[in-house]
């Protein structure tokens, strides 16, 4: 099991090979455990990512489950959801005060969510 992840890499947590965590049940379980009442979860077709975790148009996790011949990677990052905000926060100021008042929180929360949920963990 390895998260680790920073500014400008996602996180990654390898699991043992589990075919059954596929995408939508990943999506699933973070609905029910994560974002109950929080955050709003949904598919999304960005490249690199299976769905979203949404706090707000400039907070989010994207979410993407790989699966390879002996592993299992739930890969995520923070980003901001709204392809607006992307366009005017993606310069090195926004993203610095973004990742330190709003994304490594919220990627903190999440990895203990990982942590915590048997579906996730190694």
């Known amino acids: 099991m390895?998260?680790?992840g920073g500014l400008f890499t996602r996180s990654k947590r390898v699991l043992p090979k589990r075919p059954e965590l596929t995408a939508e049940k990943a999506m699933k379980a973070v609905e029910e455990g994560f974002a109950v009442?929080?955050?709003k979860v949904y598919p999304t077709k960005l490249v690199g990512a299976?769905?979203?975790?949404?706090k707000s148009a400039w907070t989010g996790i994207a979410v993407k489950i790989k699966q390879?011949?002996?592993?299992t990677t739930v890969i995520y990052n923070p980003f901001s959801p709204s392809a607006g905000a992307r366009l005017v926060a993606y310069s090195l100021l926004p993203i610095l005060i973004l990742n330190s008042k709003s994304w490594k929180?919220?990627?903190a929360e999440f990895?203990?969510?990982l942590d915590r949920t048997p579906i996730f963990r190694p």
């Open 105 to 107: 929180p919220m990627r």
């Open 50 to 54: 299976d769905f979203v975790v949404r």
């Open 37 to 39: 009442g929080k955050y």
């Open 2 to 4: 390895s998260d680790g």
């Open 68 to 71: 390879s011949h002996d592993k």
């Open 111 to 113: 990895r203990e969510f």
